[in-house]
């Protein structure tokens, strides 16, 4: 167990719709990353946050949005999904040291 | 954009043997790191090693780093059935530290 939490496990939702998906990172972490996989992707970068304000941005789609709360735990909010948006969605998170902790991800499923 | 690449992409074993995967990739980096997936679950963190590091050593796992040739080698001593799963080489890039992950290697270790 990383100590970094993913709710929900699973997502199915419709073409067209929005859905967020929540991290909780561990004790502690400032840093919170996104990332996606997919299966022609593999694992991509999405969006950083660090302390509340957004840090990195990597191939995150204009119809995705991510936020870090006063809290540190971070939603991604995924908009106007696609067919193609369907993957394993993660969240990571890091203190001052190197290692990012994964949790155990959000698969969505857009049919 | 992928840049890790991870060799063989499959690798097929006895339980006993040693198991050895080598990414390569292709700008600078502040850390490289290896992570296990199984079966589509979460990724755990394994090893890190930092750039100005040349040999790191965890339990049955080895890793080496040659920044000159921009590759690593992870090297899985006596491997046990229960270490099958998808192994991910990720180099830590930029102040945001995020990772870039390779596309993957599966190992089966067979009983």
């Known amino acids: 167990d990383s100590g970094v939490t993913q709710t929900p496990k699973h997502l199915i939702t419709a073409t067209g719709q929005r859905v967020t998906l929540r991290c909780s990172p561990r004790s502690g972490d400032l840093s919170v990353y996104w990332y996606q996989q997919s299966l022609d992707q593999g694992l991509q970068f999405l969006i950083q946050?660090?302390?509340?304000?957004?840090?990195a941005k990597g191939n995150i789609l204009e119809r995705f949005s991510a936020q870090q709360f006063p809290d540190l735990h971070s939603e991604l909010n995924l908009s106007s999904l696609e067919l193609g948006d369907s993957a394993l969605y993660f969240c990571?998170?890091?203190?001052?040291?190197?290692?990012?902790?994964f949790g155990p991800g959000t698969r969505l499923t857009v049919l | 954009s992928q840049q890790g690449e991870e060799d063989p992409q499959a690798l097929s074993i006895q339980e006993g043997e040693n198991a050895t995967m080598n990414c390569s990739y292709k700008t600078s980096i502040n850390n490289l790191q290896w992570y296990r997936q199984n079966s589509g679950r979460g990724l755990v963190h394994l090893i890190l090693?930092?750039?100005?590091?040349r040999e790191k050593h965890s339990g049955r796992l080895r890793v080496t780093l040659d920044t000159s040739k921009k590759s690593s080698s992870l090297l899985i001593t006596a491997s046990r059935a229960a270490d099958t799963a998808s192994y991910f080489c990720?180099?830590?890039?930029?102040?945001?530290?995020?990772?870039?992950f390779g596309k993957g290697m599966k190992l089966t270790v067979n009983p």
């Open positions: 946050y660090y302390n509340g304000e957004e840090r």
């Open positions: 990571a998170s890091k203190s001052d040291e190197e290692t990012q902790y």
């Open positions: 090693i930092r750039s100005n590091e």
């Open positions: 990720a180099t830590g890039q930029g102040g945001s530290e995020k990772l870039v």
